[in-house]
């Protein structure tokens, strides 16, 4: 595709209640990268993946929140029991590979909110 | 663990003054160096990279960047600035070796006056 793409680019809901946030790479992007992005703060990466296998999961959170690859493609980041402190806009980025040579491209990012 | 710090939040100017933005990391090692903008209601693009080589790095839209090894700073630079330059600019770290994660620094908001 064009470029990294995200679904939905807004999500609210309830506290305790569990979300999928989808990523869509760039085509023939091996590499993808979750990253979260809360207020006042800078991105915090979560979890990448090259390919489908998730070599460095350091990121995430808790272990309320869970990410799978499939196809080498599209991802889908989970949360399960949202909790407030949860809201925050979550950015997938990709890139051809993870040498430090390798751009990674942000998509537009899904802005969740917990109420 | 690395980090990045980013000394301005907010930066107000008028048009045609000129910027910098200031950035310094705390890894010792070989680093690749990033700023990213964030222009209001868009993605998150790339403005220019240090990998290796000279470490005066020129970006798009007349922006620079100066890699100081012994300052461990990237400070981002542009001579005159204009109103669309308006954005969020984050900076970026990342290690040479392998996988590594990007760093990012909390970002600078950055308004420029008409």
């Known amino acids: 595709g064009a470029g990294v793409s995200q679904s939905p680019s807004n999500k609210v809901t309830e506290k305790g209640k569990d979300v999928e946030l989808r990523c869509d790479p760039i085509?023939?992007?091996?590499?993808l990268y979750w990253y979260r992005q809360s207020l006042g703060q800078g991105l915090e990466f979560l979890i990448y993946f090259q390919g489908n296998s998730a070599p460095d999961k350091s990121g995430l959170p808790s272990d309320r929140f869970s990410a799978e690859r499939t196809g080498g493609s599209v991802s889908t980041l989970t949360i399960q029991r949202t909790q407030q402190e949860d809201s925050a806009v979550y950015l997938c980025?990709?890139?051809?590979?993870?040498?430090?040579?390798?751009?990674?491209?942000f998509g537009p990012g899904t802005r969740l909110t917990v109420l | 663990a690395q980090s990045v710090s980013q000394h301005n939040h907010h930066v107000i100017l008028s048009e045609a003054a000129s910027l910098e933005l200031g950035c310094n990391y705390s890894?010792?090692?070989?680093?690749?160096l990033f700023w990213y903008v964030q222009y209001p209601g868009q993605h998150l693009q790339l403005l220019l990279k240090?990998?290796?080589?000279?470490?005066l790095v020129k970006g798009i839209k007349g922006f620079e960047a100066e890699f100081i090894k012994s300052k461990f700073s990237f400070n981002l630079r542009k001579p005159s600035v204009q109103w669309s330059d308006t954005a969020e600019y984050f900076c970026a770290v990342k290690k040479n070796t392998g996988f590594q994660k990007l760093v990012f620094g909390t970002g600078t908001r950055l308004l420029v006056s008409p």
């Open positions: 890894y010792g090692g070989t680093v690749n």
């Open positions: 240090y990998f290796s080589g000279d470490p």
């Open positions: 980025a990709s890139s051809l590979g993870t040498s430090g040579s390798n751009e990674q491209f």
């Open positions: 085509s023939g992007h091996t590499a």
